[in-house]
Nanobody
């Protein structure tokens, strides 16, 4: 399975972006997908995850209410809609497949995610 992210770019604070994660062998009814970001000089942190057919999601507290997830099974694509972006959102965004469940009651831990896409850069600038 190879994943590829897209949709990053330069946006002003308060703006929106929609990131995509796709893969030719991505099966959204079987694969849990997570989103992570890595700011310059910082460790990679979890942003959100999307469960399989049940559609369970989880979001980091810092993005709750502003980020949403959706999927297009026919296109093997997961979307991360990011609204009301803040300067702290700057970084490289990665998607990855999980070997565990996605649930609002479970932490999103990087060690349970593999493979990873190459990432897409999101830059907040006024």
């Amino acid at each position: 399975l190879q994943l590829v992210e897209s949709g990053g770019g330069l946006v002003q604070p308060g703006g929106s972006l929609r990131l995509s994660c796709t893969g030719s062998e991505l099966l959204l009814d079987r694969h849990v997908i997570g989103w992570f970001r890595q700011a310059p000089g910082k460790e990679r942190e979890a942003v959100s995850c999307l469960g399989t057919s049940g559609g369970r999601t989880n979001f980091a507290d810092s993005v709750k209410g502003r980020f949403t997830l959706s999927r297009d099974n026919a296109k093997n694509t997961v979307y991360l809609q990011m609204d009301m972006l803040k300067p702290a959102a700057t970084g490289v965004y990665y998607c990855a497949r999980a070997s565990t469940l996605c649930s609002a009651s479970l932490p999103i831990l990087t060690e349970y995610y593999d493979p990873w896409g190459p990432g897409t850069q999101v830059t907040l600038s006024s």
